[in-house]
């Protein structure tokens, strides 16, 4: 079974520009989620989709970042204009349709390092 | 608020050590709790999954337990070897999941 797939693995951009991000997750898995992990944290959840709907996006900063889950399979995240403090690795993780009230297993891929000097 | 804390923060021990990793959060009712192991520079790989019913799940030489009413799980590692160096992350899943910051484990030869 293929893993989640990220794209680029690093990206190097100046301040004020602007940079996106693409993530295909597990095949058949209904949730998909963005995370932002600063160095020496523990991921945050910035948003996250049940299909091509979106459950929770109360932590992302709204001002710059967007994303979208065209069609409930792969999603792209971006930042426009970027700042130096979101420097950090995006990660993107899924999981299967779990019975109501649960929650499934997340997987995770190997997340793109984003530098903004 | 879902608050969840790691200790410690680091760890440093001589191979063949038996260990405890400890994770605590502050809403006990959460649906299920997730051991994670990060290496450096790549994203995270999932251990242990425990559900809100489970006490304990095992894999290998993994030991995940978990306490809901105390707030508390830990991760016992037996038999450790420098291939477990990495840093290990607990989350745990209300309406979302939810990191600690992590414990950074070193394993010497």
């Known amino acids: 079974e293929a893993g989640v797939a990220q794209s680029p693995r690093y990206k190097i951009i100046e301040k004020r520009q602007s940079v996106a991000f693409w993530c295909n997750p597990i095949s058949g898995h209904a949730t998909l989620y963005w995370y932002q992990q600063i160095l020496g944290q523990g991921p945050k959840l910035l948003i996250q989709?049940?299909?091509?709907?979106?459950?929770?996006d109360s932590q992302l900063p709204k001002d710059r970042f967007s994303a979208e889950r065209l069609k409930g399979v792969d999603s792209t995240l971006k930042i426009q204009p970027a700042k130096l403090e979101d420097s950090a690795v995006y990660l993107c993780?899924?999981?299967?349709?779990?019975?109501?009230?649960?929650?499934?297993?997340?997987?995770f891929g190997q997340g793109t390092r984003l530098t903004v000097v | 608020k879902q608050e969840v804390t790691q200790i410690p923060a680091a760890l440093s021990v001589p191979e063949g050590e038996n260990l405890v990793l400890n994770c605590s959060f502050t809403?006990?009712?959460?649906?299920?709790l997730q051991w994670f192991r990060q290496d450096p520079g790549k994203g995270l790989t999932s251990l242990l999954l425990?559900?809100?019913?489970?006490r304990e799940q095992t894999s290998g030489r993994l030991n995940a337990s978990l306490d809901k009413s105390s707030g508390r799980s830990t991760l016992y590692i037996a038999a450790s070897q420098p291939g477990d160096s990495a840093t290990y992350l607990c989350a745990v899943c209300l309406s979302r999941l939810t990191f600690g910051e992590g414990t950074q484990l070193t394993v010497n030869p």
């Open positions: 989709f049940q299909n091509n709907g979106v459950v929770d």
């Open positions: 809403d006990s009712a959460i649906y299920n």
């Open positions: 993780a899924s999981s299967p349709r779990a019975r109501q009230g649960a929650f499934s297993e997340a997987f």
């Open positions: 425990i559900q809100s019913s489970q």
